[in-house]
T-cell receptor
Framework: AQRVTQPEKLLSVFKGAPVELKCNYSYSGSPELFWYVQYSRQRLQLLLRHISRESIKGFTADLNKGETSFHLKKPFAQEEDSAMYYCALKDSGAGSYQLTFGKGTKLSVIP | EAGVVQSPRYKIIEKKQPVAFWCNPISGHNTLYWYLQNLGQGPELLIRYENEEAVDDSQLPKDRFSAERLKGVDSTLKIQPAELGDSAVYLC???????????????FGPGTRLTVL
């Protein structure tokens, strides 16, 4: 069974400090990993996916298959980054659609 | 574009009462998902539709939950009767048709927050 673990329920950092939101996964196949974000009073939305290897709003995430991790990083946190962040996993195999979400980490950026 | 629309946004009912949630996906999106999100947890898939067909309902508690998407557009999720443990946020999401080797982003609605007293 696939599982996503986000060990921190809450992460508080000062503005301008580096941020790392941890995500570990358990899956025997070839996974696709995603980060979703939910800002206050807004709906859940996709932040980035590992296959795109992109940087969104200054955030990056690298899939480390050896450590089964997909940590989200940003070098300098901004107040507008305060939100709930969810890591999610999907089987990349044909015909697979189910997203498995972690429990989420609440990021609070202190001015 | 309004995005995925859900109603009601909030619902408070007494246990053993029925309740229904409605979702209208983004126009043209063939795939529709219903998720359950308990407090402090991530979303968990209940059911997935491809057009009007429920292609994955393995995690839907069928003794009290039902869903339909009769014309392949909007969808209704029903609970009858509701129990205290059903208090949660019910999310609807939609995406264009998935391909075998590609991922189509899921767009989420605002959710319906259900409180069962």
């Amino acid at each position: 069974a696939q599982r996503v673990t986000q060990p921190e329920k809450l992460l508080s950092v000062f503005k301008g400090a580096p941020v790392e939101l941890k995500c570990n996964y358990s899956y025997s196949g070839s996974p696709e990993l995603f980060w979703y974000v939910q800002y206050s009073r807004q709906r859940l939305q996709l932040l980035l996916r590992h296959i795109s290897r992109e940087s969104i709003k200054g955030f990056t995430a690298d899939l480390n298959k050896g450590e089964t991790s997909f940590h989200l990083k940003k070098p300098f946190a901004q107040e507008e980054d305060s939100a709930m962040y969810y890591c999610a996993l999907k089987d990349s195999g044909a015909g697979s659609y189910q997203l498995t979400f972690g429990k989420g980490t609440k990021l609070s950026v202190i001015p | 574009e309004a995005g995925v629309v859900q109603s009601p946004r909030y619902k408070i009912i007494e246990k053993k009462q029925p309740v229904a949630f409605w979702c209208n996906p983004i126009s043209g999106h063939n795939t529709l998902y219903w998720y359950l999100q308990n407090l402090g947890q991530g979303p968990e898939l209940l059911i997935r539709y491809e057009n009007e067909e429920a292609v994955d309902d393995s995690q839907l508690p069928k003794d009290r939950f039902s869903a339909e998407r009769l014309k392949g557009v909007d969808s209704t999720l029903k609970i009858q009767p509701a129990e205290l443990g059903d208090s949660a946020v019910y999310l609807c999401a939609s995406s264009p048709r998935d391909g075998p080797s590609s991922y189509n982003e899921q767009f989420f609605g605002p959710g319906t927050r259900l409180t069962v007293l």
